[in-house]
């Protein structure tokens, strides 16, 4: 049993993508243990490209933000709004001295392993790839031969987005009440059994 008395079933099926925190700290050692579980991932051929950067600096943060676009498809709406901003981040970066390419399945399992981790302590987060690759390397002194290839978003959640009905389109959009919806494919629509 994780946080909350939920499984991991209804963690991987209750998460979703947070934009708006809460402005309060994470606990000592959880961002540690985030990378931890993204350090035991899966990883092809066993290669172990990725390496992490946590961002916890205030003003580092405040440098951070900029780098990132949050929600292309209601933007700037889905952008954290000032005092909502993660209250840290995880860079995600590609040793291209062990693995210059096919190192992409190791992200996916990686940032998932993170992300569930995250929600199993309540702790929300949104996966950014839209992100300014070549400011970030100065911010955070990232040296040639690493590839930056996302950042995590991390903090209590102050929102509660949740799954709506697929309707032939894949955008997500906001309410009356500002709340996100985000549509998902049908179990039936996606799920063949033995042949297609």
């Not at 579980?37 to 405040?62: C, H, I, W, Y």
């Not at 780098?67 to 909502?84: N, Q, R």
Request: net charge negative; proline share 7%; with cysteine.
């Amino acid at each position: 049993m994780c946080r909350d008395g939920k499984d991991l079933y209804e963690l991987a099926v209750s998460r979703r993508s947070i934009r708006q925190f809460k402005p309060e700290a994470l606990p000592d050692g959880l961002l540690d243990r985030l990378v931890n579980a993204a350090r035991l991932a899966p990883s092809a051929a066993n290669m172990q490209p990725l390496e992490f950067v946590e961002v916890t600096d205030g003003g580092l943060k405040r440098d951070v933000f900029p780098c990132l676009k949050w929600a292309a498809y209601i933007a700037p709406e889905g952008d954290p709004v000032p005092g909502h901003e993660p209250a840290a981040y995880v860079v995600t970066l590609v040793n291209t001295g062990i693995r210059e390419k096919m190192y992409e399945y190791d992200v996916g399992a990686a940032l998932e392993n993170m992300i569930l981790a995250a929600w199993a302590e309540g702790v929300g987060s949104c996966w950014l790839l839209s992100i300014d690759r070549d400011r970030l390397r100065e911010l955070l002194n990232i040296p040639a031969g690493y590839r930056i290839d996302c950042v995590l978003a991390l903090g209590y959640p102050a929102e509660e987005p949740e799954a709506a009905a697929f309707d032939e389109s894949c955008k997500y959009w906001k309410d009356g009440q500002g709340r996100l919806h985000v549509p998902k494919r049908s179990l039936e629509d996606i799920l063949h059994r033995n042949r297609f």
